[in-house]
């Protein structure tokens, strides 16, 4: 039978299936950071069992972190508390923990790819949605809650229903200016907030293996936002160039092998997917949102629509007035005074050099806060190593240091009530970056525009 | 985990879709590290302002104290934070009803014996509607047969649960039970496995 790429790697994981038709899922490496962790280690106490297999997890701090002084202790008494406990946690059951102050701290879904412990055809989970990043080698990635972390912790696996499967193909060449983050929202846009629940997304097409694999990490990084359990591209020698060489990648003949076996991940021609979607990347334009779930975005010309159901509008209504946005006004020309460049969608060295090189002889503009956090202590080493540090300082942004900062407002990084943020993360929802703060989602280039121009610009126009 | 097996209580319409988990339980509220207590930040900023005083907020309506939530579609997107069904629990509602929610908040509520209810969109309606016309409106879940009916106009539909998920929520048992009844052939499995 014809398979697509993930029911390759699903059933090369089942352990057994349960009555019903739910499998025991074999996961092969399980990211774990601070927010999410405590109450399932705390369980595993409880019960009295042991930690599995310690060696398949990683644990970083990455969410609830300061981003400036990462040096000193934490100020805020819970964040201190709940980063202490990861420590103690670690220590106790021997987990591999990159914490504070270690080289290869950073945002985990940053780390994974950067370090080679990602790699095509492994299951990865994390107690965090976006884990579905790691999709871009491969992998099957998700999120879990902390019941199952718990689960992953104790024996490995996970029951699950395998999902439906959907492939969204596009085809052609990107606009200049046209950047993953764009295809990403384009597609949101398209399919809404919901429109992925219940399915796995396959992304496939020339546009798509044209892109880097940092661009490709931001696309699958972002299935979630769709409601999809993940999305997964399939691997070819940009893969497996970007993992040749990497800290924990197989070395020489190992890495042979693994190639072998990683050219066998791909779609047979003639699999079926439950649904597919087409697009063409001439369609694409830097793309921003409006509303308050990441489904809401339009293309930068155009105007903000109507509600998707004219006799439904209490959501979208909220939203507007949230936004404090009206049906049919451009978001052109919109005063912003808070940017935020950051997060596991876009924090990654290519990221940091495309703001570097569109800023480089501009400075911000006299109303804008500019913050950006690199994605991982790797990531902020070689933005310095490669001067990007004295343009963004010349350019009064201020790069800061790593961790998930602004996009969830965990720690002091939060926008102020009323502002608007033009930001790089994944999440507008209400109050997402901070109690009454008012998030629009765009590209790296989009909001490096707008740092130094005050407004909402159309990128394309600067370049 | 606690057992479920039925529930006759009025319900707390939010006819909003797409409620998120950054607003079940905004993520200043996941600094603990504990599994109790997140109710009293349940959905904190619909139903506080800044200075801590109430809100319109239905949650603020003392008429509206059932156990059970019936929100629009898409329900608990976003963010797998599980501290979204803590709070939930906490807060006291054993059911959730809606048209869909996201998977990996369904996933999390099972697994702490919150029962998520998918309905056609019109009995969603109706739902609002009935407790609308009388918020006291009784409301019974019978899990046993998978049934949700409003006792008023005796509208009812059937449900589909996981055979596995409710005899887990029936007997009150949770994965971790019986992933580690499994162990040997998860050995096994590791046995034979290959990993790149």
């Not at chain 1, 092969?28 to 310690?54: C, M, N, W, Y």
């Not at chain 1, 439906?164 to 200049?176: A, P, S, Y």
């Not at chain 1, 209490?314 to 451009?330: I, V």
């Not at chain 2, 200075?51 to 008429?63: S, V």
Request: charge should be neutral; proline fraction near 4%; glycine fraction near 8%.
């Amino acid at each position: 039978m014809k398979k697509t790429l993930f029911d390759k790697i699903w059933e090369q994981h089942v352990v057994d299936t349960v009555d019903g038709g739910r499998n025991i899922i074999y996961i092969d490496k399980h990211f774990i950071h601070e927010v999410t962790s405590p109450q399932a280690f705390a369980g595993l106490e409880k019960r009295g069992v042991p930690l599995f297999r310690k060696e398949k997890i990683l644990a970083t701090a990455d969410h609830n972190v300061p981003t400036l002084n990462q040096h000193l202790p934490i100020v805020d008494p819970l964040s201190r508390t709940q980063v202490n406990t990861l420590i103690k946690n670690c220590e106790k059951f021997g987990v591999e923990l990159y914490g504070l102050g270690h080289q290869y701290q950073g945002i985990v879904h940053v780390i994974g790819p950067e370090l080679g412990i990602t790699r095509p055809g492994m299951t990865i989970v994390c107690g965090d949605s976006h884990t579905s990043t790691h999709g871009a080698f491969g992998s099957i990635a998700f999120g879990i809650g902390t019941s199952q972390v718990e689960q992953v912790m104790t024996t490995q696996c996970l029951l699950l229903q395998k999902p439906k499967r959907m492939r969204i193909t596009i085809d052609g060449e990107l606009q200049n200016g046209v950047l993953s983050k764009d295809i990403i929202l384009y597609i949101l846009s398209k399919l809404t907030a919901s429109g992925g629940t219940g399915y796995f997304i396959e992304y496939a097409g020339s546009t798509i293996r044209s892109l880097s694999m940092e661009a490709r990490m931001t696309i699958c990084n972002m299935s979630i936002e769709m409601g999809a359990r993940g999305g997964l591209i399939a691997p070819d020698e940009k893969t497996f160039n970007y993992i040749k060489g990497r800290k924990f990648a197989p070395q020489g003949e190992q890495f042979d092998k693994a190639v072998t076996f990683w050219k066998t991940l791909f779609t047979d021609e003639d699999a079926q997917f439950e649904r597919e979607y087409n697009f063409k990347a001439e369609d694409i334009t830097p793309m921003v949102t409006y509303g308050t779930n990441p489904g809401m975005g339009i293309k930068i010309t155009e105007a903000i629509p109507e509600a998707i159901d004219p006799n439904n509008t209490k959501s979208y209504d909220k939203s507007l007035k949230y936004m404090n946005f009206k049906t049919g006004n451009s978001l052109i020309g919109q005063k912003i005074n808070f940017v935020f460049i950051g997060s596991c969608t876009n924090s990654r060295i290519e990221d940091l050099r495309l703001v570097a090189d569109f800023v480089k002889g501009k400075s911000k503009a006299s109303n804008t806060t500019v913050w950006i956090v690199p994605g991982s202590k790797q990531v902020q080493l070689q933005a310095q190593e490669e001067g990007l540090d004295k343009v963004f300082e010349a350019a009064g942004f201020e790069l800061r240091e790593p961790g998930c900062s602004a996009c969830l407002g965990m720690n002091e990084d939060k926008i102020p009530k009323g502002e608007y943020c033009i930001s790089t993360s994944n999440r507008n929802f209400e109050g997402r970056q901070g109690q009454g703060a008012r998030t629009i989602l765009a590209s790296p280039l989009m909001a490096a525009a707008t740092a130094v121009t005050g407004k909402i610009v159309d990128v394309r126009e600067l370049l | 985990m606690e057992k479920f097996t039925k529930i006759n209580t009025t319900v707390v319409p939010l006819p909003m879709e797409d409620i998120d988990t950054d607003q079940i339980i905004p993520a200043r509220f996941l600094k603990a590290t504990t599994r109790e207590g997140f109710g009293d930040n349940l959905f904190r900023d619909w139903r506080y302002n800044q200075d801590n005083t109430p809100k319109d907020f239905i949650l603020n309506n003392k008429i509206y104290n059932g156990k059970i939530l019936v929100a629009g579609k898409n329900f608990g997107c976003g963010s797998s934070r599980e501290h979204a069904a803590w709070a939930l629990y906490d807060y006291g509602f054993r059911v959730v009803v809606s048209s869909f929610f996201a998977d990996i908040f369904k996933g999390n509520a099972l697994n702490n014996g919150l029962l998520p209810i998918t309905v056609p969109s019109d009995f969603l309606n109706d739902l609002f509607l009935s407790s609308e016309q009388d918020p006291n409106s009784d409301v019974l879940v019978d899990l046993e047969v998978q049934k949700i009916t409003i006792l008023d106009s005796r509208k009812f539909v059937e449900f589909d649960i996981d055979p596995y998920k409710k005899m887990c929520l029936i007997n009150g048992y949770d994965d971790i039970d019986y992933l580690i009844s499994k162990k040997g052939k998860i050995e096994a499995f590791e046995k034979n496995q290959v990993i790149f």
